[in-house]
């Protein structure tokens, strides 16, 4: 029997006899049980969903200049209530996609503060003419349950085959989603084409690519790399973090890097409640309904990563000694329940 419950505050126990309607809301960490279920699951590869059919519609995200959900932690200000311990270590921020040579230049990368813009899309996209411009299908899957190298080199097939097209057609992506009969529409000649990573690059910054599907928490695989990453990151390096609108995949990494750096002395519940402040939208929201959008287990099943993942960053601070891998692989790796 299950002996925690998800609510609007978290991941909660439950005693015998207790139901979900008596318990005091507060973001609590796994019980041993609950712990050791999520240990065997992630140890798995989850279930990816089916992908959509047909060919993916090349849409525009958004117009050029414009960059959305933007936030560092280095400017914003904790609200005093909250756990303010090594917010000023994280130097993190994140956004929407970044489509101009100025929006990274004003992440102010230099070799005494490098800057690593961590790119979370799975989905193909490109920069075409200041436009953010992504291949999409429904839920934004056109890449679902290919592997890293699959979704590179179909990126790269599709950026190459724009580069031969004198005009280039792109419509809104809000307007497509739907439906509208006269859907905001632009056509750019020769307009110059380019990858993030290239973009990224000429601006002085480094670039690291994951595969993180929309709407589900990140695999094993793209785990590891970006322990990776923050392992290598100097001391006084910075990490910008974006996904499509900048809202869930970002803030999921937020949080991720904020528990590597500070889970051995924030609390599950501290931690959970500064990102909520810092992060808009709604992807550590434990009570976001999104049954109707039938993806309610793939959310169930991020906010259940995050919860171990808060264990791991307790065990292995700044990713270390350990990988996920290693960690989840490990029969003896212990919870350690003391805040």
Known sequence: MQNHVITSRGVIPLSRGGSASDLEPAYAQLTPEAYRHAVTKFKQALTTPERPTGEPV???????????????????????????????????????????????????????SPVVVLDVREESHAIVGGYPCTWRLGNNWANVGKSRNAVIADEQSRIAALKQQPTVEIIHRKDAKHGLENPRKVVLKNPDIS?????????????????????????????????????????????????????????????????????????????????????????????????????ANLRNDRLEFISLFYEYAKQNPKGAPRSWSEWLADPNTPLNNAD
């Open 58 to 112: 090349f849409l525009y995200d958004r117009t050029p200049g414009e960059l959305e959900n933007f936030r560092s932690s280095d400017s914003f200000i904790l609200p005093p209530h909250l756990n303010q311990k090594g917010w000023d270590t994280l130097h993190i921020s994140g956004s929407a996609s970044i489509a101009s040579l100025e929006q990274v230049q004003r992440l102010h990368a230099t070799p005494e």
């Open 195 to 295: 990858s993030e990573e290239d973009l990224v690059k000429s601006a002085g910054a480094d670039y690291l690519r994951l595969m993180v599907t929309d709407h589900m928490g990140p695999r094993s695989e793209d785990i590891d790399l970006f322990l990776a990453m923050e392992r290598a990151l100097p001391e006084h390096g910075r990490v910008h973090i974006h996904c499509g609108v900048g809202q869930g995949r970002t803030g999921i990494f937020i949080a991720m890097h904020d528990m590597l750096k500070n889970a051995h002395h924030v609390s599950f519940h501290d931690l959970i409640e500064r990102q909520l402040a810092f992060n808009p939208g709604r992807a550590l929201d434990f009570n976001k309904d999104v049954t109707h959008e039938g993806r």
